[in-house]
């Protein structure tokens, strides 16, 4: 498969606490994007890193890329029970305005 | 900025039915715009590009006789399932790329729940 494989398969934490989750890729990328989803609900962008980019941050969101191990990391900090959700990373396809997904990582923050 | 509106949300239908979903983008031009299939619990499985003024294209294992796609203009695309059955209840969710060429984020519609009985 294609698919990007995404660790943990679901996380449970406490409010306060910091959230990390992990995705790894098989092929080379233009860039990495990382996407939340609600249950039932459609995506929301969280960041875009691009393949010469080491380190992003958005606001209690920090996002990882190691080209050399074809891996990247979200980490969430002091999360609240309003993140949790699905996320999601995703990469770019040959260069291609196509999105490979990640297989996510159910995320629950228990207030 | 940019917003995706899909429509339906939800579909309960009878088998053999054929089902129509909307995807505008409200507020910019979509040259090309993404059909996404999400089973429960499960990932994001693209199943064809939309593109404005051409045909679709299909991903590997995706019958284009089944999903029927139409990009009628720079702000819409559809997804028509036809003759839809059981194995077809799903989430199908649309999406676009911003403005901007490559590396842009997707804006993604809220997904339509499509149940077939």
């Known amino acids: 498969s294609q698919q990007g494989e995404e660790d943990p398969q679901a996380l449970s934490i406490q409010e306060g606490e910091n959230a990390t989750m992990n995705c790894s890729y098989k092929?080379?990328?233009?860039?990495l994007q990382w996407y939340r989803q609600n249950s039932g609900r459609g995506l929301v962008h969280l960041i875009l890193?691009?393949?010469?980019?080491r380190e992003k941050h958005s606001g209690r969101l920090r996002v990882t890329l190691d080209t050399s191990k074809k891996s990247s990391s979200l980490l969430i900090t002091a999360s609240r029970a309003a993140d949790t959700a699905s996320y999601f990373c995703a990469r770019d396809q040959g260069g291609s305005e196509k999105l490979v997904f990640g297989k996510g990582t159910k995320l629950t923050v228990n207030p | 900025g940019a917003v995706v509106s899909q429509h339906p949300s939800w579909v309960i239908c009878k088998s053999g039915t054929s089902v129509k979903i909307e995807c505008r983008s409200l507020?910019?031009?979509?040259?090309?715009m993404f059909w996404y299939r999400q089973f429960p619990k499960q990932s994001l499985m693209l199943m064809a590009t939309s593109n404005e003024g051409s045909k679709a294209t299909y991903e590997q294992g995706v019958e284009k006789d089944k999903f029927l796609i139409n990009h009628a203009s720079l702000t819409l695309s559809t997804l028509t399932v036809t003759s839809a059955h059981p194995e077809d209840s799903s989430f199908y969710i649309c999406?676009?790329?911003?403005?901007?060429?490559?590396?842009?984020?997707?804006?993604f519609g809220d997904g339509t729940r499509l149940s077939i009985l």
């Open positions: 092929t080379s990328i233009n860039n």
């Open positions: 999406s676009a790329p911003g403005d901007g060429g490559g590396n842009q984020p997707q804006h």
């Open positions: 507020d910019f031009q979509a040259t090309t």
């Open positions: 890193i691009r393949s010469n980019e």
